[in-house]
Nanobody, 115 residues
Framework: VQLVESGGGLVQAGGSLRLSCAASGFTHAIGWFRQAPGKEREGVSC?????YYIDSVKGRFTISKDNDKNVVYLQMDSLKPEDTGVYYCASARHCSGSVAGYDSWGQGTQVTVSP
């Protein structure tokens, strides 16, 4: 399956962005990851039959899926400078916190949150 992210950009702290991940076909699970300069890629959120979030984004980010369109969204509110990074979506058989659990990746979209 091919994945294409969109929706990144530059926003001030406290602002919002909505990322989209369009898949070319059905996927069991879609995860969102981010990678800041000089840091490892980390899982942020995932959706399969449930939704999952890392502690630092709980209450601020919401993941959802439009099954008819094969699109997964990541609504990001109350953004903080530490949310800055390249955001990637990836597909898997089920949600996992490990990068190794995902087989297809998008090209990434840059999110920059200014102080």
């Amino acid at each position: 399956v091919q994945l294409v992210e969109s929706g990144g950009g530059l926003v001030q702290a406290g602002g919002s962005l909505r990322l989209s991940c369009a898949a070319s076909g059905f996927t069991h699970a879609i995860g969102w990851f981010r990678q800041a300069p000089g840091k490892e890629r980390e899982g942020v959120s995932c959706i399969d039959v449930s939704t999952y979030y890392i502690d630092s984004v709980k209450g601020r980010f919401t993941i959802s899926k439009d099954n008819d369109k094969n699109v997964v969204y990541l609504q990001m509110d109350s953004l903080k400078p530490e949310d800055t990074g390249v955001y990637y979506c990836a597909s898997a058989r089920h949600c996992s916190g490990s990068v190794a659990g995902y087989d297809s990746w998008g090209q990434g979209t840059q999110v920059t949150v200014s102080p």
